[in-house]
């Protein structure tokens, strides 16, 4: 299968280096991983240990074969940039995988490709940047890919068989909207701690004041949820978010890695976005009233 991955920092590279053990695979990425995956090949440390020459380009418009799938990994406020610039690569028969942060992606996608031509993931692997060619996978994760009506398709079933010979541990959904909601609130209650406090995600279990926290954090996003007609339970939800906690024990979570690098964060898709949803919510409920 030739695949395009749009983003690939640290969990885009991540997945790029294990499909292309199988796939014709293409980074698209910033010029010093490019220079350094195009010298050395692309190196993955730490939970998976590999090194493989995978093809690398800074410029989705240097891409000259068929597209098959089309991976976005870019932060949420990108989306829309990116898809724009990915058009000329999309064609009736190019799958689009969002398999990003946040809980606008799909949305912000759809104002382009039709939705037939997109399908979504989540994952909870571990991965840091450690330098221009170099990725840590730092914690081993769930990865779950679904159509948007919740259908078990064929071609979903064979990216499933694809992602897990490549060693990337796959299962479908047939609720991926209801996985976004679970992977935003994971994320809502681990990123912007670890950033303000600036730690691994392991610590917010260590110090019984973050934990604290973290607990009160997930009750809020999952009282959203349920107020947006997404049923979760709060005990859930405490458990799972502290299950990728231990999973990533000595990760950075992307949005601490972002301000490391005095980059713009994705805190407006993971934690924002869902007070503006219930805002919403709540403004019809009392015009109805």
Not at 134 to 160: A, C, M, P, Q, V
Not at 265 to 271: F, H, L, Q, R
Request: proline share 1%.
């Amino acid at each position: 299968m030739n695949i395009v991955i749009f983003g690939a920092g640290a969990i885009g590279s991540l997945f790029g280096s294990l499909l292309s053990k199988q796939n014709n695979v293409t980074l698209i990425s910033r010029k010093p991983h490019v220079d350094a995956i195009r010298r050395n090949g692309l190196t993955i440390e730490d939970k998976t240990k590999l090194n493989v020459k995978v093809g690398a380009e800074e410029s989705i418009d240097k891409i000259r074969t068929q597209t098959d799938l089309l991976i976005l990994t870019v932060k949420s406020y990108d989306t829309e940039t990116a898809i724009k610039e990915a058009m000329s690569i999309i064609s009736d028969i190019t799958i689009v995988l969002s398999l990003q942060n946040g809980l606008d992606n799909i949305d912000k996608i759809k104002k382009f490709v039709y939705g037939k031509n997109i399908i979504a993931g989540v994952t909870t692997h571990g991965a840091f940047f450690s330098k221009p060619g170099l990725i840590r996978h730092t914690g081993i994760g769930k990865t779950k890919l679904g159509e948007l009506n919740g259908d078990k398709t064929e071609r979903l079933l064979n990216i499933k068989s694809i992602f897990n010979e490549s060693g990337i541990k796959t299962t479908i959904s047939t609720d991926i909207f209801k996985e976004i909601w679970i992977k935003t609130i994971i994320n809502s209650s681990i990123n912007p701690l670890t950033s303000i406090f600036n730690c691994k995600n392991g610590y917010l279990l260590e110090n019984p004041v973050l934990k604290k926290i973290v607990e009160k954090i997930c009750r809020e996003s999952t009282n959203i949820a349920n107020a947006n007609d997404i049923s979760l339970s709060y005990f859930s939800m405490i458990k799972k978010t502290k299950e990728v906690i231990v999973d990533t024990t000595e990760n950075y979570s992307s949005m601490l890695q972002s301000i490391q690098k005095s980059k713009k964060t994705e805190i407006d898709s993971i934690n924002a976005i869902k007070s503006m949803q219930l805002k919403k919510k709540n403004k019809k409920y009392n015009k109805k009233k």
